[in-house]
């Protein structure tokens, strides 16, 4: 992953260049001229070979960006530090823009929204279940090696995982006698207030445990005593579980993003999930318009 920082008289604007999901994800920005921003984000695509853009905007940018080439995907309410982020997207290959899957992934989200929000099936107590450290980093990476042939972030790395915990991230496990039976985190924005459920993978020995709910009740739980009030999740929306486990949990469904990165083997669309809140309920019914028309 690298970043870029840059600025002139017209905008300034800062972005992570992802190589593995080829994109360019903007993480900050100013600018009284959109056209120039715009045109700023699609030559810098071009010229490192990266083929889609994530442009989360304040609101009523939207509006503004638009009309060059970004359309809305979703949004995540709260995601600056309170106020709502749009998430714009432009693809300057149109083959990225394709996906072939939607139609029959949006058709199973209608299906899991429909589904009632049944509380949670106490977890077995063979299964003890707690924050990570880095004794466990070594246990995590290789479970994710194990359940994603591919993944976004070098989460197979035990340093890495360590790191992430180091700098704040929240990983919490759950074991089966001395076997890590599954893992999740939360990737923290303190100064925004937010925060990403991310990282879940049960071992498939342990699947239909209800490990990943649990986790994630755990982890939210611990976010929100520390005042970080926006949670959200990226989950595959070819993944009924994951979807289902984010729905049940009270999680909003608030657009679909598109090819958005690589993982397990091929480039996969992503549900956006939002801790609920008031108006969310008609976000919900816009993207699943948007999306299949």
């Known amino acids: 992953m690298k970043y870029i920082r840059y600025s002139d008289m017209n905008f300034s604007v800062k972005a992570q260049l992802d190589q593995v999901s080829s994109r360019v994800w903007v993480t900050d920005y100013q600018t009284d001229n959109p056209a120039a921003l715009s045109a700023f984000l699609l030559d810098l695509a071009h010229r490192r070979g990266l083929d889609k853009i994530i442009f989360p905007v304040r609101p009523g940018d939207e ?10 995907e979703g949004t995540i309410r709260g995601y600056f530090d309170g106020t709502d982020a749009c998430f714009l997207a432009a693809f300057p290959s ?15 989200l209608r299906e899991i929204l429909q589904r009632p929000k049944t509380p949670r099936k106490k977890i077995s107590q063979n299964f ?26 070098p989460v197979h790395e035990p340093l890495y995982l360590t790191k992430a915990m180091e700098k704040g991230d929240i ?15 939360a990737e923290i924005q303190q100064d925004q207030r937010r925060a990403e459920l991310t990282n879940c993978a049960v071992d ?6 209800g490990l990943i709910t649990c986790i994630l009740e755990k982890i939210a739980n611990i976010c929100l ?17 994951m979807n ?6 009270g999680y909003t469904y608030s657009g679909t ?21 008031g108006g969310q309920e008609n976000k919900r019914k816009k993207f699943l318009f948007h999306q299949t028309t």
């Open 63 to 72: 509006r503004k960006f638009k009309g060059e080439g970004f359309y809305a």
């Open 94 to 108: 149109h083959q990225r823009a394709v996906s072939r899957y939607l139609s029959k992934e949006l058709k199973m």
């Open 171 to 185: 990983y919490m496990v759950a074991y089966c006698g001395d076997r890590l039976a599954g893992v999740s985190s």
């Open 225 to 241: 005593s520390r005042n970080i009030n926006c949670l959200y999740s990226l989950a595959r929306a070819s993944s009924y579980g």
């Open 204 to 209: 498939e020995d342990f699947g239909g445990e």
């Open 128 to 153: 003890s279940i707690g924050p990570a450290s880095a004794k466990d980093a070594p246990a995590m990476s290789f479970l994710f090696r194990k359940v994603f042939a591919s993944y976004p972030t």
């Open 257 to 277: 993003m598109t090819n958005n990165c690589h993982i397990g083997g091929r480039f996969e669309n992503m549900n956006i999930w939002v801790r609920p809140s």
């Open 244 to 249: 289902l486990v984010l729905h049940r949990l």
